[in-house]
């Protein structure tokens, strides 16, 4: 299945509950949401209630859907429809007027067809349909993706006319996925029991040792990152040494910025979480003071080396305006970051299992701990 929570830079796709009633007759009620939809005009609070009522009762393996959740309310929705044991599907959306012409839609129908397809190895088609005098959802339908295949006469009644619809359709062999869909796709991971860097543990451990090979195949992804960190005005990217290291200089040199780094120091205190130190070297304490700095790591876990080096660099008198990654793996970090009001900028995030030593199942079960960081065997 699909997972329930789905993350972008930008918005959380979460299933509808109940108490959404009073903000999705906010934007439902908008009679340019409605134009093209037939559902009721004038749309009523009891609407809203009957429609959150109808989505959380969906059985989510043939059709589930999500609330569009922006800033802690749902601002539209989406959904998707499984048949034929899920090798076709069709998916629909909707969004609040207030959002549009900023790409939310595009981006969310392009996550879910992304998910949709990882999730269920023998999906070959996902199809969507659109009123033919609704322009800018055929745009969104064809920046995600999708081909025009044709026009549906006089398929649907709306507001007791008969409409034309336009169908688009993508099949598994024509997706692209984004550039970040395949970034750990190549990497040898191992399962086991394994102590990070932060503290926590882990039954996952992926090498990263490749990732930075090619500079060709990681271009569109510095590209789609840098893009992310550009509205925040960044005037530097620093990463910690090594992988967060050579991502921040491909950024810096796509955003035409400086570039820094952090490097390893030796704990100053007892072990402990998050106890790992990265320190700026001296000859750019002083530079970094005064700038806008997003912090980068290639993949982020806990989080552990770019805390430090968000500790670093405000120490020395810089500004952590943003967080970066190729990839986030769980929730720490972006709780973290969030409680400090630092956004979080990624092309992926990934469930990820993350446990305290105090709380770690296979700890408990007494399996072997692993410290891959360095490079030493079960502990």
């Known amino acids: 299945m699909i997972a329930n929570v789905l993350h972008s830079e930008r918005f959380v796709l979460r299933p509808f509950r109940l108490d959404d009633a009073a903000a999705v007759f906010a934007y439902a009620s908008d009679p340019a949401f409605l134009q093209y939809l037939p559902i009721p005009m004038p749309y ?4 809203a209630e009957q429609f959150v009522a109808a989505q959380a009762a969906l059985d989510r393996d043939v059709h589930p859907s999500w609330a569009i959740e922006i ?15 899920h090798r076709l599907a069709e998916i629909g959306y909707g969004l609040a007027p207030a959002l549009w012409n900023q790409g939310i839609a595009t981006e969310a129908a392009r996550l879910l067809v992304s998910a949709a397809f990882a ?13 033919a005098r609704n322009h800018a959802s055929v ?13 549906l006469r006089r398929q649907r009644v709306c507001r007791g006319a008969l409409t034309d619809q336009i169908i688009c359709a993508v099949l598994r062999d024509d997706w692209v996925s984004p550039p970040c869909a395949d970034i750990l796709g190549g990497l040898p991971v191992r399962k086991g029991h394994f102590l990070l860097e932060s503290g926590y543990h882990t039954d996952l451990w992926v090498t990263l040792d490749a990732l930075f090979v090619s500079p060709r195949e990681n271009a569109p992804r510095v590209s789609a990152l840098a893009a992310r960190l550009r509205p925040h005005g960044v005037t530097a990217v620093c990463g910690s040494l090594l992988g967060g290291a050579f991502l921040a200089q491909a950024l810096a040199t796509e955003l035409g910025v400086d570039f820094y780094f952090t490097e390893p120091a030796p704990p100053s205190g007892t072990p402990a979480l998050f106890g790992a130190e990265y320190r700026l070297p001296a000859d750019l304490q002083q530079r970094v003071r005064g700038q806008r700095i997003a ?8 989080g552990s080396s770019v805390r430090a080096t968000v500790t670093s660099v405000a120490a020395a008198g810089g500004t952590v ?10 929730r720490v970090a972006l709780d973290h970051f969030a409680g400090l009001a630092i956004p979080v900028a990624s092309l992926a995030q990934r469930d990820f299992a993350l446990w305290e ?6 700890c408990a079960d007494g399996v072997q701990l692993d410290d891959p960081v360095h490079a030493i065997g079960p502990v």
């Open 44 to 47: 009523t609070r009891a609407h």
């Open 71 to 85: 800033a802690g309310k749902p601002k539209g929705g989406l959904n998707i429809r499984f048949s034929a044991d």
């Open 119 to 131: 999730a269920y190895p023998q999906l070959t088609r996902i199809q969507a349909t659109a009123d």
């Open 139 to 151: 745009r969104v339908m064809q920046k995600v993706g999708f081909r025009r295949e044709g026009l």
């Open 295 to 302: 912090v980068v790591d290639d993949v982020i876990s806990a």
């Open 321 to 330: 305006v943003a967080v970066g990654a190729l990839v986030v793996l769980g």
């Open 357 to 362: 030593p105090s709380a770690c199942p296979l």
